[in-house]
T-cell receptor, first 110, second 113 residues
Framework: LAKTTQPISMDSYEGQEVNITCSHNNIATNDYITWYQQFPSQGPRFIIQGYKTKVTNEVASLFIPADRKSSTLSLPRVSLSDTAVYYC???????????FGKGTRLHILP | NAGVTQTPKFRVLKTGQSMTLLCAQDMNHEYMYWYRQDPGMGLRLIHYSVGEGTTAKGEVPDGYNVSRLKKQNFLLGLESAAPSQTSVYFCASMTVNRDNEQFFGPGTRLTVL
């Protein structure tokens, strides 16, 4: 399982675009990159998954460079309700064993 | 659909007591997981199951046992609770047919005195 490194915490302001970068230098050929969001006192929630280039859904965009050694989760025009912990995970698609790290604690300020 | 449910929501135990946490899912998912989350920390995988009748160890399995007798249920047991097992426990399930999207339950807050 590839190890991931992401910032411990980040602050931003309402209306800004927030980019959270995750490093995964030893990502394997079959690995996908998956991001989860966790609000206080709740279980994590799947946000987005990608393999290469760019993936976009109604919540976020995921940018993956050609070497796939890092990825960036982009949240457009954040609001206070986007305050949460964001986890970057790397592993094979439909992997039976998914490991969460400590995540990035994002704090949105008014 | 109820999704993933966990019973109980809260529990206080004394050191040495035993208990079982129940996780149920109604999405016909093949995979199920038990995690623990300590204050300010990420999730750590305790045990997981890839199908009825099968279980496997995760990162922190010591002090816990699990069973998956029915596809929709995944039980986590503490035989002799210790204060170090004070934590929030999350259950999750996932289908093999779609990405790495796990669906999580609301959590069980366990305190061991």
């Amino acid at each position: 399982l590839a190890k991931t490194t992401q910032p411990i915490s980040m602050d931003s302001y309402e209306g800004q675009e927030v980019n959270i970068t995750c490093s995964h230098n030893n990502i394997a050929t079959n690995d996908y990159i998956t991001w989860y969001q966790q609000f206080p006192s709740q279980g994590p929630r799947f946000i987005i998954q990608g393999y290469k280039t760019k993936v976009t859904n109604e919540v976020a965009s995921l940018f993956i460079p050609a070497d796939r050694k890092s990825s960036t989760l982009s949240l457009p025009r954040v609001s206070l309700s986007d305050t949460a912990v964001y986890y970057c995970l790397v592993g094979e698609n439909r992997d039976d064993k998914i490991i969460f790290g400590k995540g990035t604690r994002l704090h949105i300020l008014p | 659909n109820a999704g993933v449910t966990q019973t109980p929501k809260f529990r206080v135990l004394k050191t040495g007591q035993s208990m079982t946490l129940l996780c149920a899912q109604d999405m016909n998912h093949e995979y199920m997981y038990w995690y623990r989350q300590d204050p300010g920390m990420g999730l750590r995988l305790i045990h997981y199951s890839v199908g009825e009748g099968t279980t496997a160890k995760g990162e922190v399995p010591d002090g816990y046992n699990v069973s998956r007798l029915k596809k929709q249920n995944f039980l986590l047991g503490l035989e002799s609770a210790a204060p170090s097992q004070t934590s929030v426990y999350f259950c999750a399930s996932m289908t093999v047919n779609r990405d790495n999207e796990q669906f999580f339950g609301p959590g069980t807050r366990l305190t061991v005195l």
